[in-house]
């Protein structure tokens, strides 16, 4: 779709707002024909056929044009190998039906087109840069062959500019570091799969009724789920809610722990939060739940962040990896009652 074709799909969007407000139909006319059903300004699709567009970089132009109004992407099912970062306030991108994919391999210490190494957050395969945006029925996929080259490969990146960020019966794919969260982000009804620190960040989420899967990685000693690394001013950091910690076939008994503290670049303000709330867990959870991460301090020392130095609690966990120990610390009932979407995010979802 040329420019000219983009800016005229533009028009019959709002025109098409204008129509469902009580304007004419008749305003509609001469305008580019409508390039998707009444509940989607514009869809992508592989098919080719009218009305579409072929890529999600050509919606998100489009939405850009829109000017920040809510606009809404379907993506047909099929495989989009693109990368790309979400930079226009109030877009949702939602399947059109079971089978849409945005997949691309690109590790951390890789070369990226412009000849420097992708790095751990510029790895990701889909970055939301802006607020207010939704995901619904998508799957977001990090292929890098991780199991023949083990790296960092974020499938999906909330960066700090992405508050207020919805997250819906999506698929999360990759294996280490999967899913980055910098800005508060609701997150429901979705399967986030990896097998080291694969939630990880400063923001904060709330994490409801998902399946939490990690991967098997042969070999691997051990196994991480949550990474948070929240700053001590921040309440609350990564909150899983009625979550079922689930594992591929092939990862051990006791092999995964719930979490780690990560002190990024050594910021000692950085104590970390998660905790999970009414979550079954199978046995391949440690039964001491919680472990260290490395850091170098500011004076190039490296030392551990323990998990006692964290904050990190459960409540009403179940399953066999529901064990009782002092190094799982438990929260009590009136502390567990004051932990809801709002007081974690701040805004409803």
């Known amino acids: 779709m040329g420019e000219l074709a983009a800016d005229a799909h533009v028009r019959s969007v709002l025109g098409r707002r204008q129509v469902l407000a009580g304007a004419s139909a008749t305003a509609l006319a001469g305008l580019a024909a409508p390039a998707a059903a009444a509940s989607h300004d514009v869809i992508v699709s592989t098919s080719g056929r009218r009305g579409t567009v072929p890529s999600l970089s050509e919606a998100l132009a489009i939405a850009a044009r829109a000017g920040g109004v809510p606009f809404t992407i379907g993506l047909d099912p099929g ?33 990226s087109p412009e000849g420097r190494n992708w790095g751990t957050s510029g790895s990701a395969v889909l970055t939301i840069a ?44 990759g ?19 990896g097998c080291i620190d694969f939630i990880f960040g400063g923001g904060a989420a709330w994490i409801e ?28 950091g990564l909150v899983f809610d009625r979550c079922r910690l689930t594992r591929e076939t092939g990862v051990p008994d006791g092999s995964i722990f719930l979490g780690r503290p990560w002190r990024a670049g050594g910021n000692m303000a950085l104590t970390g939060q998660a905790s999970f709330l009414r979550c079954w867990m199978d046995a391949h959870i440690a039964p001491a ?4 991460m490395g850091y170098t ?11 006692a130095e964290a904050r990190f609690s459960e409540y009403g966990s179940r399953g066999p990896g529901a064990v009782a120990a002092p190094s ?7 502390a567990y009652a004051r932990m809801t979407p709002v007081s974690i995010l701040g805004w409803g979802p």
């Not at 059109?96 to 691309?104: D, H, K, S, Y």
């Open 79 to 111: 495989t989009y190998r693109e990368k790309l970062s979400v930079t226009v306030p109030n877009v949702t991108l939602a399947g059109t039906a079971p089978g849409a994919v945005i997949a691309f391999a690109a590790g951390a210490a890789l070369p």
């Open 130 to 173: 802006a607020p207010g945006v939704t995901l619904r029925n998508l799957t977001i996929c990090n292929d890098h062959p991780y199991l023949a080259q083990p790296m960092q490969a974020v499938a999906l990146a909330v960066a700090a500019a992405g508050e207020r960020t919805r997250i819906t019966g999506c698929r999360i794919e």
């Open 175 to 193: 294996y280490q570091d999967t899913l980055l969260i910098q800005a508060s982000t609701h997150v429901v009804d979705c399967r986030i799969s």
């Open 209 to 236: 009724r998902c399946e939490i899967v990690s991967r098997s990685v042969p070999n691997a000693p051990a196994g991480y789920i949550a990474a948070p690394s929240t700053h001590e001013r921040q309440r609350y």
């Open 289 to 292: 739940g919680w472990t260290s």
């Open 297 to 307: 301090d500011p004076a190039g020392v490296r030392r551990q962040l323990t998990p």
């Open 328 to 334: 799982r610390p438990q929260l009590a009932a009136d």
